[in-house]
């Protein structure tokens, strides 16, 4: 997904790169959560005010560059049936650019005799475990689909969730050629050395595909406390899939759902046509994504060293590489304990078979007003400068958006508001 989210079931996972993570807000016995972003875009004349990226998941570094606005607002209660035992129930809608949509919603249950600390769900629920904030990526992820499954079941000192999935979701009802179906099981808090714990998932894909075929993946995603000195951490992921598994534990590459449109042919007749499902191939692909997190004082900073592999496989792109590679990072120095002045530099460059090397840079200054000095401390509102340039190979790429008319540069500026809760 493209946004960011600190809810209330994310904010655990979410400690293990941020100083201090968001709470939701308990109002009359509701939990409140929630994301949102906004505020003044402006750009060179003719150029996009945002989302400059060469397409690769790690490649979109979003500090001066989201160019939209939206939110998204986390409606949760549980309810108490005695014996130990809960219910609960959970609502997420969403507005991005007057696109309103629903990310969450779903009941659970909790408290059984014979497991008191398991909660089953059933829904369409977001799962995210782990991203890397400064490129807007969770890298393990295995919600955002219709399904149902458990989660905090403790084997020794390991904590096990399962899930069944379909390719639907409340807005979306997956094309009939897919039929997809999906398997993930996530074993998490595995000791496996001081101050160092891995989180492991599985995705198994079946469906009925117009390209590609099944498919499998595997995530290992580890995290290191006191990273070489104390107070850095670090975390490492290491993905592997193929078919139309995903990287993160989700789908890849589902066939776009068919669609209707009307058209007025001669004398007014008004005709319905239906349009078919768009098919998207599967692909086979690798990645790894080291990051480091810290705050040292009024110091602090998330970076970013990525590289993807990924082949196609099945329909007109079959054996067709794309490789994606992104350095960076944001830092952060608190002037005052409400002022802080970031900057946020960008490297990514993406090669296509029979391709020229795309590259694509990005910086950006901005001075913040916060309720806090630290990094990770929001309400956070910039006023920002930032530069993109990119090579003729980017251009031609992505002629239909920034690179058009044979741009390679341009210029933004803004002031947006960001706010987690």
Same mark, same amino acid.
């Given at each position: 997904?493209?946004?960011?989210?600190?809810?209330?079931?994310?904010?655990?996972?979410?400690?293990?790169?941020?100083?201090?993570?968001?709470?939701?807000?308990?109002? !009359?016995?509701?939990?409140?959560?929630?994301?949102?972003?906004?505020?003044?875009?402006?750009?060179?004349?003719?150029?996009?005010?945002?989302?400059?990226?060469?397409?690769?998941?790690?490649?979109?570094? @979003?500090?001066?560059?989201?160019?939209?606005?939206?939110?998204?607002?986390?409606?949760?209660?549980?309810?108490?049936?005695?014996?130990?035992?809960?219910?609960?129930?959970?609502?997420?809608?969403?507005?991005?650019?007057?696109?309103?949509?629903?990310?969450?919603?779903?009941?659970?249950?909790?408290?059984?005799?014979?497991?008191?600390? &398991?909660?089953?769900?059933?829904?369409?629920?977001?799962? @995210?475990?782990?991203? &890397?904030?400064?490129?807007?990526?969770?890298?393990?992820?295995?919600?955002?689909?219709?399904?149902?499954?458990? *989660?905090?079941?403790?084997?020794?000192?390991?904590?096990?969730?399962?899930?069944?999935?379909?390719?639907?979701?409340?807005?979306?009802?997956?094309?009939?050629?897919?039929?997809?179906?999906?398997?993930?099981?996530?074993?998490?808090?595995?000791?496996?050395?001081?101050?160092?714990?891995?989180?492991?998932?599985?995705?198994?894909?079946?469906?009925?595909?117009?390209?590609?075929?099944?498919?499998?993946?595997?995530?290992?995603? $580890?995290?290191?406390?006191?990273?070489?000195?104390?107070?850095?951490?670090?975390?490492?992921?290491?993905?592997?899939?193929?078919? $139309?598994?995903?990287?993160?534990?989700?789908?890849?590459?589902?066939?776009?759902?068919?669609?209707?449109?009307?058209?007025?042919?001669?004398?007014?007749?008004?005709?319905?046509?239906?349009?078919?499902?768009?098919?998207?191939?599967?692909?086979?692909?690798?990645?790894?994504?080291?990051?480091?997190?810290?705050?040292?004082?009024?110091?602090?900073?998330?970076?970013?060293? !990525?590289?993807?592999?990924? *082949?196609?496989?099945?329909?007109?792109?079959?054996?067709?590489?794309?490789?994606?590679?992104?350095?960076?990072?944001? &830092?952060?120095?608190?002037?005052?304990?409400?002022?802080?002045?970031? !900057?946020?530099?960008? &490297?990514?460059?993406?090669?296509?078979?029979?391709?020229?090397?795309?590259?694509?840079?990005?910086?950006?200054?901005?001075?913040?007003?916060?309720?806090?000095?630290?990094?990770?401390?929001?309400?956070?509102?910039?006023?920002?400068?930032?530069?993109?340039?990119?090579?003729?190979?980017?251009? *031609?790429?992505?002629?239909?958006?920034?690179?058009?008319?044979? @741009?390679?540069?341009?210029?933004?500026?803004?002031?947006?508001?960001?706010?987690?809760?």
């Amino acid at each position: 997904m493209k946004t960011q989210k600190r809810t209330c079931q994310a904010a655990a996972a979410a400690l293990t790169l941020c100083a201090a993570s968001a709470q939701a807000v308990e109002i !009359a016995g509701i939990d409140f959560s929630g994301y949102t972003r906004g505020g003044f875009y402006s750009s060179s004349a003719g150029a996009p005010r945002g989302g400059y990226s060469l397409g690769g998941d790690a490649q979109k570094f @979003r500090l001066g560059n989201e160019g939209d606005h939206g939110i998204e607002l986390g409606i949760a209660k549980t309810f108490d049936v005695g014996g130990g035992q809960k219910m609960g129930i959970g609502y997420m809608p969403a507005v991005w650019n007057g696109t309103t949509s629903t990310v969450e919603a779903y009941g659970t249950f909790s408290g059984l005799s014979f497991a008191p600390e &398991v909660v089953f769900w059933g829904g369409q629920r977001r799962l @995210r475990i782990q991203d &890397v904030h400064i490129v807007d990526k969770f890298f393990a992820d295995y919600g955002d689909n219709l399904g149902a499954g458990f *989660t905090g079941l403790k084997v020794g000192a390991v904590t096990v969730g399962a899930a069944l999935f379909s390719g639907d979701s409340f807005d979306n009802k997956g094309a009939n050629p897919n039929r997809a179906r999906r398997f993930n099981l996530d074993v998490g808090d595995i000791a496996t050395n001081p101050g160092g714990d891995l989180h492991v998932t599985l995705t198994a894909v079946q469906g009925d595909f117009a390209y590609g075929g099944n498919g499998a993946g595997l995530s290992l995603v $580890h995290n290191q406390k006191d990273f070489l000195v104390a107070g850095l951490k670090h975390a490492l992921f290491v993905q592997t899939a193929n078919g $139309h598994a995903g990287l993160n534990g989700q789908f890849s590459g589902l066939d776009a759902p068919g669609s209707t449109s009307l058209v007025v042919g001669d004398g007014g007749v008004v005709t319905q046509v239906t349009n078919p499902a768009v098919p998207n191939p599967g692909q086979k692909s690798w990645r790894l994504v080291d990051s480091l997190n810290w705050q040292s004082g009024r110091f602090g900073g998330q970076t970013v060293l !990525a590289y993807q592999h990924a *082949t196609a496989e099945g329909g007109p792109t079959d054996g067709v590489v794309t490789k994606d590679t992104s350095l960076g990072g944001r &830092v952060s120095y608190a002037v005052t304990g409400n002022l802080k002045m970031l !900057a946020e530099l960008g &490297v990514t460059s993406r090669s296509v078979t029979g391709q020229a090397t795309q590259r694509l840079n990005k910086l950006t200054i901005a001075p913040a007003l916060s309720l806090g000095g630290d990094f990770w401390t929001r309400p956070e509102l910039r006023l920002y400068a930032t530069r993109v340039t990119w090579n003729d190979a980017a251009a *031609t790429a992505q002629s239909t958006s920034f690179g058009a008319g044979g @741009r390679t540069s341009s210029t933004l500026f803004g002031v947006q508001l960001e706010a987690w809760w």
